[in-house]
């Protein structure tokens, strides 16, 4: 963590973010369907007016547009500005948390996707490859690279093998492909004993929503994403707790 946090910055990290975040919505609604992420222009989901650039402005367009269409007047998903408020805030705290360094922009980019893959998931229970991956190698670029690939192929080997396991003994397929892709990512990202940490803590997230929906079942990627982010903010901590648990 860099010495000296500079406001001026973390505002202007948090506006980057939300840049990227408004992009991520492109990318949410139409990775999914098929369709391309760079044309056509954005476009009203209701009337399918394409939309001025002052329409595409993040948090702000919604706020003065009142969260509805400037053509049909249409409500506005509220998706759109939680998206960009969520990916500017991330992106602040990763500023907060490892400072300006060259790799920041990486971190940023696979949390990012991450954060798409939660949203797609939610909404078809099912990840796209190409986000996924696209996740696990922006999380490869780090000061060590070696030490990364090694996390990450470590976590999801290990993952898939247990998938294997459990998958035997349950006699039905436990665990998805996007799943161990996601634990590669969680590898390069958080290095271990800290990877084991977030997968536990993903599966304590991840109880009670099982519990409610036992018959349609949860999708995991999003307990995974978020205890991942929540260990690589408070790493220290979480080492601090591993250590007090095997030492004593």
Sequence with gaps: MQEEILIPLVIAVFIFGTVIGSFLNVVIYRIPEGESIVFPAS??????????????????????????????????AKQYPMIELITGLIFAALYIKIGLV????????SFSALLALVMIDFKYMAVPDNVNFAALL?????????YALFYAAVASGGLYLIGLLSSFLAKKQAMGSADVIVAGTMGALLGFPNFFVALFLSAILAMIPSLINRETGVPFVPFLALATLIVYLHDSQTAHLVGKIIHG
């Design 43 to 76: 476009k009203c989901q209701s009337c399918q007016t394409p939309l001025q650039w002052w329409h595409n402005i993040p948090l702000f367009s919604w706020i003065l547009l009142r969260g509805k269409c400037h053509f049909c007047g249409e409500k506005i």
């Design 102 to 109: 060259w790799y920041l922009p990486f971190v940023a980019a």
């Design 138 to 146: 922006f999380a490869l670029v780090q000061p060590d690279f070696l």
